[in-house]
């Protein structure tokens, strides 16, 4: 026996009722294409932004790093060593950043070709244009907390013990006839280096660690030793110290041998070293919250709040951008929302690094240092996405973007006036 095709179940569906399902069902297939392209367009701006930024970031210190590889002779195995466990660090500083420029870029593109005028023709609301982008604003935000708590506090614990080590190891590849400063306030110049035995002669050491005692040394020869468990002093015999003191006097000591103290720790005993609060994974902060100490468990529970406040910051920036990169049109332009986003990133993060230098100072909580701003910023949020709903504009702001963005052009009319030579 051959069903008809409205009879379900030995119910009877009649044909506007099935219309009525598959409208409905396509709408709903619409939908999901429409917050599948959305979200895909944001994600891709995203990432592509969070790579140029860390990039451009990192690029100082990588060049820093690369001086050791060329003038130290470190091997290029350990700067890379240094550039990963660096790498975090930058990433989730510029997490925030990246996010709102790339849904800026994303959703500009969108605006510029129209694209937002045709969903908003078709009835699609901003809630519906804002519900991926939120889910993709929510993975990023729970991605970085996540690396805030484990990753970063590695890789930073790790940095720190390779960096305090190639420094000292910087000590032992001292090059002939070169001026060698691995050590901040420390100039020194050896003639000649023994290939065995580590034996140094003909050197020559400029001490400006302190400003109140500078000192120059001079001495035949002179080796690199360990004191106690990490401590490193350079021997030196043979030689004199001088030293000008005040009211234009000088002074001039010969020895036969001297220890200096090079002030360097070798780092390579992790156990040795202390760790400090920035090196520490979720559980180290809260064992450190739990302890007696009044001041170190304040330090610890400011490090948690702040690993927390900062993505959330990146959270609701993004929820912000949605409402600055939907009112960009070929009337505003792009500057509008650049403008307007590069304001608010600033004085967002000037409020929250009050907060943070606030809560050191022991003038508030670390709740309220961190979590004020972010309060404040998620109001103004949620009161400039339902004014973008409703289809407001923000005169004052579109007139301060296109007041900026018209100065190269007044610029240039300026420049090329009548009468100038």
């Not at 932004?49 to 470190?74: E, H, Q, S």
């Not at 001088?242 to 390579?268: A, I, N």
Request: with cysteine.
């Amino acid at each position: 026996m051959i069903m008809h095709p409205y009879f379900y179940s030995g119910a009877v569906t009649s044909p506007g009722i099935l219309q009525e399902k598959m409208v409905g069902y396509d709408a709903m297939i619409r939908l999901y294409r429409l917050s599948r392209y959305i979200f895909t367009e944001c994600a891709i701006s995203s990432a592509l932004v969070l790579f140029v930024l860390t990039f451009l970031i990192m690029l100082p210190r990588v060049l820093g790093l690369v001086d050791l590889w060329v003038n130290k002779g470190v091997a290029i195995g350990i700067l890379g060593d240094m550039i990963l466990w660096l790498m975090p660090q930058f990433v989730v500083s510029v997490a925030p950043m990246a996010l709102l420029i790339g849904i800026l870029l994303a959703l500009g593109r969108l605006s510029q070709d129209s694209e937002t005028v045709v969903l908003k023709a078709s009835g699609v609301s901003l809630y519906q244009i804002l519900f991926p982008i939120a889910i993709w604003v929510s993975l990023f935000t729970m991605l970085s907390i996540v690396l805030n708590m484990t990753w970063v506090p590695s890789s930073f614990h790790r940095f720190a013990i390779l960096r305090n080590a190639l420094l000292s190891s910087t000590t032992l590849a001292l090059k002939p006839q070169t001026f060698n400063q691995s050590i901040a306030g420390l100039t020194i110049y050896i003639h000649e280096k023994a290939e065995q035995g580590g034996i140094l002669y003909g050197m020559l050491i400029h001490d400006e660690r302190k400003p109140d005692e500078v000192i120059t040394l001079t001495a035949r020869s002179g080796q690199l030793q360990i004191r106690g468990s990490d401590t490193s002093v350079l021997f030196l015999q043979d030689g004199s110290r001088h030293e000008k003191l005040p009211g234009g006097r000088y002074r001039q000591l010969r020895f036969s041998s001297y220890t200096l103290d090079l002030g360097v720790s070798l780092g390579l005993k992790e156990e040795l070293r202390k760790t400090g609060y920035k090196e520490m994974d979720l559980a180290g902060l809260l064992r450190a919250i739990s302890f007696d100490v009044p001041d170190e468990a304040l330090k610890a529970t400011a490090e948690l709040h702040r690993r927390l406040a900062f993505p959330v910051a990146g959270f609701i920036l993004g929820l912000f951008s949605v409402s600055l990169g939907l009112q960009q049109s070929h009337r505003t332009g792009r500057a509008y929302g650049f403008v307007v986003a590069v304001l608010t990133l600033i004085i967002h993060f000037m409020l929250l690094s009050f907060g943070e230098a606030a809560v050191h100072r022991g003038l508030v909580s670390a709740a309220a240092g961190y979590w004020l701003p972010n309060l404040l910023m998620a109001l103004v949020t949620l009161y400039v996405t339902i004014h973008t709903a409703r289809d407001g504009s923000f005169k004052m702001l579109i007139w301060l973007a296109q007041f900026i963005s018209s100065l190269p052009q007044m610029f240039l009319r300026v420049r090329n006036a009548p009468g100038e030579t």
